[in-house]
């Protein structure tokens, strides 16, 4: 179910980097709001708006939002942190993953078997180094 999760959490980030894509045609969003291309805050569309912030961005739907963090300057990844808020909002979905230990705990589990993945910094202090990555085989 963790797999489902950080799936269902990372293509929802997909979709917001979509969204900004065709409000302003790029997705290096935090480049953009620090060289003055995007504003702090704003509206994607008409219901959904914008909140930069540190080297991430919160997007709020009429129904739940997406926390994110970039890693890398562009590379997204998650934090137990930021699966916790997602998950809180789907009760229903993820209903083991209501506490934050759970997630930890999970996150620790995929660790040690290898699914997932610590996200090396390659620009120390030009984003999140806190986030993981799913380890994809390729076959």
């Known amino acids: 179910m963790m797999m489902g999760l950080i799936v269902n959490y990372l293509s929802e980030v997909e979709e917001c980097l979509i969204l900004f894509e065709k409000k302003f045609g790029r997705r290096d969003l935090v480049r953009a709001w620090r060289c003055g291309a995007i504003s702090q805050k704003g509206l994607l569309t008409n219901d959904i708006v914008y909140c930069m912030h540190g080297v991430g961005c919160v ?15 562009d590379e997204v990844g998650f934090d137990a942190w930021r699966l916790w808020r997602y998950a809180k909002q789907f009760p229903n979905l993820y209903p083991e993953y209501q506490k934050l230990a759970a997630v930890e705990a999970a996150i620790a589990d995929g660790l040690s078997s290898g699914t997932i993945n610590r996200i090396e910094s390659k620009y120390p202090g030009e984003g999140n180094s806190s986030l993981f990555k799913l380890n994809i085989i390729k076959t």
């Open 59 to 73: 997007v709020e739907y009429p129904d739940h939002e997406v926390d994110f963090d970039f890693a890398n300057q």
